[in-house]
């Protein structure tokens, strides 16, 4: 091709864009119809989901409205269980701290009962101990100082011993 006139170029290339242009529209219709099946079977396959689920749904639908009045009376029922539980919680705990207040009070009054009781008795106690003891001892002491008399006349006049010599060893120098 020595020289193409620019008339002749000008065709080629309008034929070749349009070409072009002709292979894009069968693509596109090409997709456009893989679009449509696609449609169709995503519609196939939705239509198919609701025919499924519906029927679940109707049912659950009825299911609630059975037992939706039900519901509502259990929990109605639970809040005035609660409400009940708490009130008996609060007196017994009142209860119990009165109980227990009352005890600790008659704890007090019993120790200090058994703390004077105790006290007392060891007041006596040491009154008798001195009562018993006191003239005891003064009448074991004049025992004592009478059978000593008695011992010191019974006895004969013994001499004194006289006390042992220890014998010498001759350093009697050696003395320091």
């Known amino acids: 091709m020595e020289h193409l006139d620019p008339q002749t170029l000008q065709i080629i290339v309008a034929g070749v864009v349009a070409g072009t ?3 894009q529209v069968i693509l596109l219709i090409a997709i456009l119809v893989g ?5 169709n079977a ?5 239509n198919e989901i609701r025919d499924s689920v519906m029927p679940l749904v109707t049912e659950t639908r ?6 939706g009045p039900k519901i509502d009376a259990t929990a109605a029922d639970l809040a005035a269980l609660t409400h009940s ?4 919680t609060a007196s017994v705990q009142s209860t119990v701290t ?11 009054r019993i120790d200090i009962m058994v703390t004077s009781m105790l006290d007392n008795t060891e007041r006596a106690a040491v009154i008798v101990n001195n009562a ?7 009448l074991t002491g004049v025992i004592a100082w009478l059978r000593a008399v ?3 006349l019974r006895a004969p006049q013994a001499q004194a011993p006289k006390p042992p010599v220890e014998p010498t060893h001759g350093d009697s120098g050696m003395f320091i």
């Open 42 to 46: 995503v519609r196939e396959d939705i």
């Open 98 to 108: 009165e109980i227990s207040e009352r005890a600790r009070q008659q704890a007090g």
């Open 21 to 23: 242009l002709l292979l």
């Open 62 to 67: 009825a299911l609630l409205v059975r037992v």
């Open 132 to 138: 018993v003891t006191g003239p005891l001892r003064q």
């Open 150 to 152: 008695v011992e010191t």
């Open 85 to 88: 539980l708490r009130e008996q």
């Open 35 to 39: 679009v449509r099946k696609a449609a």
